[in-house]
């Protein structure tokens, strides 16, 4: 009996045995076909794309994490469609479509993709891949040159509006200025009549006189003032200069003088006529003598008779005299010049010493002066801007000027290039102070199938050693007293970085004094194999070249087409 309850009891330890290992591996199984991927093809040619699947089974309370970014390498992931849930009896069935696509040649492998169901983390198959080339039958297919670079012309921009604007003002005032200033202007009848002979103008003079009305109102004083006005004016341009402020006696006295002289042969009647209508003009003016008509036009006739006999015995100028009168008019003509000269010298002036002062009290008169001056930093503010994605993963980021592609893949050995994949972009360097940078890092580690998953989850980029790094390597470019100060940094679309920014000193070539500068590096590895990097130098001091920097760093942002997914509670 004991022997048979012995054996009894042996088989059923075994049963049980046998039972609890074939629920495990069947609770293993489960587990395992929770997760699935599959591809629609495992040979493409060079460019064209592949449908990468993967299907997770998981309750409807369970949260489903899938892979993100560039974990496919060394396949690049082009597309990730949007998550598809389909209800199965009483769980979910997630999928996820991810387009990838290589386009150089050969066999591939596609490493395990890391899926995470509430707190478990599930793994995919590994899956191989070729990529084969293109061929070409060369013998039915043409061949053609390289085309030439066609270069793109720029966007309009309103330069031509300003540069109009400014024309128009000038002439504008290039117009004023001719109208007012330079112009030939038609002579007013005084200033035709001043241009006149002198004995011309005292004709002209008697005729207006009697055009005029002062005899019919009775108004003999201002008649008699006038006509002896137009003889004393006569007198003093061609005889005697101060006739016009000379009494009567003294005038006579000094034409008897100047005919015992021989300087004019005056006859004794002309001397007697001028005496008598002289001093009966002074009775007039001073006694209120009253003259009758008779008498009045008899003086009249004899003013401009004995102009007539002035005249005559004026001596003719000699060539002297006509030298001295035409250096005279060539003087008087230098005169009016200078003078139009000096007004359009000040007015001009004015005119920007105004403009000067009204756009400075508008806009300050520094920014006036780098205006007009011109200064490298506010042309690159006020310039055109480039946005533009640099690299894969792109890094969107918007600039003064096109960063341009430098190879640094050639610095590196064969073995580190089939591993490391580096592009950079740049615009100017960090002796031209003002400096931009891209960099993108991609590490080509497969999956393997062994490793552990607490490895996976390690970064692979330590970004305080990376900072540390690239603040040696500007020391190692010519900087001194770096300023190293640390920050976090967020896009505007929630991509975390590591900012490091502060100043330093910069010892410029062929210049004996060291330029203060001011540098910010953004650092980003938000992908486990993936490092991009942002550096940027500028002048310290310099309100145009702070502004353009900060325009720079609020337009990065990092894979902006795919949406930040945060993590639900």
């Not at 009204?358 to 001056?373: C, H, L, N, S």
């Amino acid at each position: 009996m004991n022997y048979e309850s012995r054996n009894t009891n042996s088989k059923t330890g075994k049963i049980r045995t046998l039972t609890l290992s074939f629920l495990f591996v069947l609770c293993a199984l489960l587990s395992f076909s929770q997760v699935k991927s599959e591809v629609d093809t495992t040979k493409i040619r060079i460019g064209e794309q592949i449908n990468y699947k993967i299907n997770v089974e998981a309750d409807s309370t369970a949260l489903v994490v899938f892979p993100e970014g560039q974990t496919f390498m060394p396949l690049e992931a082009v597309e990730a469609s949007k998550i598809d849930t389909t209800k199965k009896n009483a769980q979910f069935l997630l999928s996820r479509i991810y387009k990838l696509t290589q386009f150089d040649s050969g066999s591939y492998t596609i490493p395990r993709q890391k899926v995470l169901i509430g707190d478990k983390t599930f793994f995919t198959d590994s899956l191989k891949v070729d990529v084969g080339t293109v061929e070409v039958d060369t013998t039915k297919q043409k061949l053609y040159d390289i085309k030439p670079i066609i270069e793109v012309e720029k966007s309009g921009s309103n330069w031509w509006k300003w540069l109009l604007g400014i024309i128009v003002a000038i002439a504008l005032v290039a117009f004023l200025l001719w109208w007012f200033v330079w112009r030939q202007k038609p002579l007013t009848e005084e200033e035709e009549i001043a241009l006149l002979p002198p004995y011309d103008r005292a004709k002209l003079a008697l005729k207006k006189l009697d055009e005029s009305q002062y005899l019919m109102r009775s108004e003999v004083k201002e008649y008699y003032s006038e006509l002896t006005l137009v003889i004393r004016k006569y007198l003093d341009e061609k005889v005697y200069d101060r006739s016009l402020e000379s009494t009567t006696d003294e005038l006579i006295s000094r034409l008897q003088l100047l005919k015992e002289g021989n300087q004019f042969d005056f006859s004794k009647e002309t001397l007697n006529n001028l005496q008598t209508i002289l001093k009966r003009a002074d009775l007039v003016k001073f006694a209120k003598s009253a003259p009758d008509a008779a008498l009045i036009e008899m003086d009249r006739a004899t003013i401009e008779k004995e102009i007539d006999s002035v005249k005559a015995v004026l001596p003719e100028p000699t060539e002297e005299e006509k030298l001295l009168d035409q250096q005279y008019k060539e003087e008087q003509e230098r005169k009016k010049k200078r003078k139009k000269v000096l007004i359009t010298v000040a007015i001009s002036l004015f005119l920007l010493i105004a403009t000067f002062v009204g756009f400075g009290i508008k806009y300050g008169f520094e920014y006036v002066k780098d205006t007009i001056i011109g200064h490298e930093s506010k042309e690159l503010l006020e310039g055109e801007w480039v946005e533009s994605a640099y690299g894969f993963p792109p890094v969107w980021i918007e600039t003064p000027r096109v960063l341009k592609r430098v190879d640094i893949d050639s610095a590196l050995t064969e073995e580190a290039q089939q591993n490391v994949k580096l592009t950079t972009f740049m615009y100017g360097t960090l002796l031209d102070v003002f400096s931009v940078t891209v960099n993108n890092t991609t590490i080509n580690i497969p999956q393997q199938q062994g490793q552990p998953q607490g490895e996976d989850d390690k970064p692979m980029f330590d970004l305080l050693q990376i900072s540390e790094a690239n603040i040696k390597g500007f020391e190692e470019k010519g900087a001194t007293d770096i300023i190293v100060k640390r920050d976090q940094f967020i896009t505007p679309n929630a991509a975390e970085g590591l900012k490091t920014f502060g100043t330093f000193g910069l010892k410029m070539p062929n210049r004996e004094r060291t330029v203060d500068a001011e540098y910010i590096m953004l650092l980003f590895s938000n992908q486990k194999n993936v490092l991009q990097q942002v550096v940027i130098t500028w002048p310290q001091d310099d309100k145009y070249a702070d502004e353009v920097v900060e325009r720079i760093i609020n337009s990065i942002e990092l894979n902006p087409d795919e949406p930040i997914e945060e993590e639900e509670d």
